[in-house]
């Protein structure tokens, strides 16, 4: 043992074995612990842990020359993120265990925002199951595989709202609905860090705050909105999160209210922690204390004690704190005390995660061999993956295909392995994954012919496709030959199974698009596939809700399959030919062309309205000259294999004391041949209130399985929590009056009955 370590070793009983034998019953309290420890601790290991730094395996930001193994020996460094396999990480481990004085063992984070090596669906893609109990499992999933690699902190759940599909991040949250984000947000959460077993990790909600809002669908762009929108909008998942028992934060990159979010108190301090009680740490993200100088805010001096008493405890890549917080402690800008408290919230993190009971808790290099990519972690995901699929159009029940005859599978997304995890796919080993072709070709064996084609390019123009690759290409072949080749085949098939639109990293970080139409080589290709007049089934690979105008009035068939993981081809089999029945339905409102952006189903109704679904032009209202108001797809929207019939909404009362309970009762019926899944939904609208309500508020939903023939009658109880809301100043209110509840399919096709508050 080092002698330097001699002062921990007090603390945590030392067998000379691992120097960390005690068990967790034999460490003091939390709070104790940590006290201690920090009354051992020098200003410069103190701020040392507040210290994060990248490991330089994975880019998810600016590259970093850093000698990492020397910081952590100096004890800079209080985490790490990015670094690669369980060897690499346990290597670190001992150096700051061994090394440091105190022998502080670090964190180890990453991007496990779908999975691991199991992909999941995109977060998004998940959100469409609205299956909670399966969300949960996923995250336990992608929890277990990211601790067999030695990774104890996931840079997950996201749970910005956003309203505008062109911000290439919609695809890592869960949409434009609050009340939904926040059940996901919250399941996540549940998921991942479990009881903080050696199978859980530490989930860090972001990006906080309002990061979904930048304006005009760019990334990092700036955001300003008011605050009792703030409160009945966008806040209410993160605020879900840190009730939740979230571990920790992440800070958005941002300005709110003019202040860099990682330098905001209000946000952080006064919100976050005194208000939602949210005792966990906060990270800033990748560098923004050092673009808080490119916002226009401050000096790197100043910033980085400004950062740090807004409630910011730990830095992610600026190197803001390690180099001027002891200056700022000298001149006066920053007290010892408000290190302490950052640090202190570091150590609990620590502390929570079992590091201090053995800091090699996450370092077992057999685990990482046997427990990625499992048949039981694979299964999990294939099921969710099916269960995400959202059926936007089915003419004349195409699908389900039968398995016989002649398919042809054609599209630049048909045969390709490494796009399907889509993007933040950061534990992915695509060799292992099936492509869409060997799936089908798998499934139809004996059965039915696949006959492939390529048919198109992404772009037409190879610099354009060559700036959306990222590491994930696809082949670009003659656009000509390959539409030729393409048309031959579908000449000779049954049907076109079309596989086209984004690759996958067209959505995720920094991947804003302004036309969300499928990229011109393919639609070049499904315009001609179209005119061979076969069937077309066309399978949407998208990380947001796209333009999906002209297909949905010339394709007869339309699924979204978002980016679902590792096991798409599988699941998307399993679909298309009808073993299983769709359910998805998205959380994305999809629009009928771009200038609708942004476009939610919950907005407010304007003092010149127009009816909803209305097909013309009104003068002096609130519309459009060349597009009307409605999605093409609504928000909660999606088909299945069986259809349901909706009977009336009734209430057990028409009136109801605001603190009181009502139930809402609806029975639904599979009227289809098929067994299924359905989501039920209900929304309301407070009819007049003393600040502008939305149109309707999604307050509830149920997914039930019916038989064929099958009939259930769902109920909701209605009380306070669905009628509140924040009025102007900032306080939950339920104002008495009308209101009116909505129960149906989605957020376009309800049944509606008016409630009275008194
Ligand atoms: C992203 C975060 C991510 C972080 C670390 C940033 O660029 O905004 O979402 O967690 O990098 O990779």
Redesign the pocket.
């Given at each position: 043992m080092k002698k330097t370590n001699i002062a921990l070793a007090a603390l945590f009983l030392l067998s000379p074995a691992t120097g960390f034998a005690a068990k967790k019953k034999q460490l003091p309290p939390m709070s104790q612990f940590v006290t201690e420890l920090m009354q051992k601790m020098t200003l410069e290991e103190k701020i040392g842990q507040l210290n994060l730094l990248p490991g330089g395996d994975l880019t998810?930001?600016a590259v970093m020359n850093s000698p990492l193994a020397e910081k952590v020996g100096a004890g800079e460094l209080g985490a790490i993120?990015?670094v690669k396999g369980v060897e690499k990480i346990k290597n670190l481990q001992e150096i700051a265990v061994k090394k440091t004085r105190l022998g502080i063992p670090l964190i180890f984070g990453q991007?496990v925002i779908h999975g691991y090596q199991t992909v999941f669906p995109l977060p998004l893609a998940q959100a469409c199951s609205w299956d909670m109990a399966m969300i949960e499992r996923a995250a336990q999933v992608a929890a277990a595989e990211a601790t067999a690699s030695g990774i104890n902190w996931v840079?997950s759940p996201m749970v910005d709202i956003a309203l505008d599909p062109r911000w290439g991040r919609v695809s890592e949250g869960a949409g434009e609905d609050p009340y939904l984000t926040s059940q996901v947000g919250a399941a996540m959460i549940r998921g991942y860090q479990g009881d903080y077993s050696d199978h859980n990790a530490m989930a860090c909600v972001?990006?906080y705050a309002l990061y979904g809002a930048s304006e005009s669908g760019r990334d990092y762009n700036t955001v300003d909105m008011s605050h009792v929108r703030m409160y009945n909008q966008y806040f209410a998942p993160y605020r879900a999160a840190a009730e939740a028992g979230a571990g920790s934060f992440?800070t958005s990159?941002n300005i709110v209210d003019g202040i860099p979010a990682t330098a905001n108190k209000w946000l952080i301090d006064d919100v976050l922690r005194k208000e939602w009680k949210f005792d966990g740490f906060v990270v800033t993200?990748?560098g923004s204390i050092n673009e808080m100088v490119s916002h226009g805010v401050g000096n790197p001096l100043d910033n980085t004690a400004q950062a740090l008493k807004a409630g910011t405890d730990m830095d992610?890549c600026s190197e803001a704190f390690v180099s001027n917080l002891k200056t700022c402690v000298e001149k006066g800008t920053v007290k010892e005390s408000d290190i302490e408290q950052a640090c202190r919230r570091v150590l609990e993190a620590k502390y929570k995660l079992g590091l201090f009971d053995n800091p090699y808790r996450f370092c077992d290099p057999k685990r990482e061999k046997t427990e990625l990519y499992t048949a039981t972690n694979r299964s999990v995901a294939r099921d969710m993956a099916a269960e995400t699929f959202v059926l936007l159009k089915n003419q004349d029940n195409l699908l389900p295909l039968k398995k016989q005859g002649t398919v042809a599978l054609i599209g630049p997304l048909a045969d390709t392995r490494n796009n399907l995890p889509g993007s933040w796919s950061t534990g992915d080993k695509p060799e292992k994954y099936s492509t869409l072709r060997e799936a089908m070709t798998r499934c139809l064996d004996g059965k039915a012919t696949v006959l492939y084609a390529q048919g198109s390019n992404i772009y037409l123009d190879e610099k354009q496709q060559k700036e959306i690759e990222f590491g994930r290409p696809i082949e670009r072949g003659n656009q000509q030959q390959m539409m030729d080749e393409a048309l031959a085949v579908a000449r000779k098939s049954d049907v076109v199974v079309a596989c086209l639109g984004e690759m996958a990293e067209m959505s995720g970080?920094c991947a804003s698009r302004s036309n969300l139409e499928l990229p011109d080589a393919q639609m070049m290709l499904l315009k001609e596939l179209v005119k061979t007049g076969k069937p077309i089934v066309l399978l949407n690979f998208s990380g947001r809700a796209t333009v999906l105008k002209w297909e949905s009035e010339n394709v007869n068939a339309i699924m979204n399959v978002w980016f679902a993981g590792s096991e798409t081809g599988d699941a998307v089999c399993d679909v298309l030919f009808g073993d299983k029945v769709p359910t998805g339905k998205t959380v994305n409102s999809f629009p009928q062309n771009v200038g609708q952006l942004p476009l939610y189903y919950n907005h407010m109704n304007t003092g010149r309205p127009v009816p909803e679904g209305t097909d013309r032009f009104f003068k002096y209202q609130s519309n459009y000259l060349d597009v009307r108001n409605d999605p093409l797809y609504p928000f909660g929207y999606g088909l299945s294999y069986t259809t349901y019939e909706y009977g009336d909404l009734t209430l057990s009362s028409s009136k109801m004391k605001a603190d009181g309970k009502v139930e809402a009762s609806i029975t639904v019926k599979n009227t289809g041949l098929r067994d299924g899944d359905e989501i039920v939904q209900l929304y309301i609208r407070d009819i007049s209130a003393s600040i502008a309500r939305p149109v309707k508020e999604l307050k509830g939903f149920q997914r039930i399985h019916l038989k064929s023939g099958e009939s259930k009658t769902v109920k909701f109880d209605i009380t306070r929590s669905q009628l509140e809301f924040y009025g102007s100043d900032l306080k939950p209110v339920v104002e008495p009056g009308d209101f009116t509840i909505m129960v149906g399919p989605n957020s376009r096709d309800l049944k509606t009955v008016k409630l009275t508050v008194e």
């Open positions: 998810t930001g993120l990015n991007d840079y972001k990006h992440m990159f993200d990748y992610m970080e």
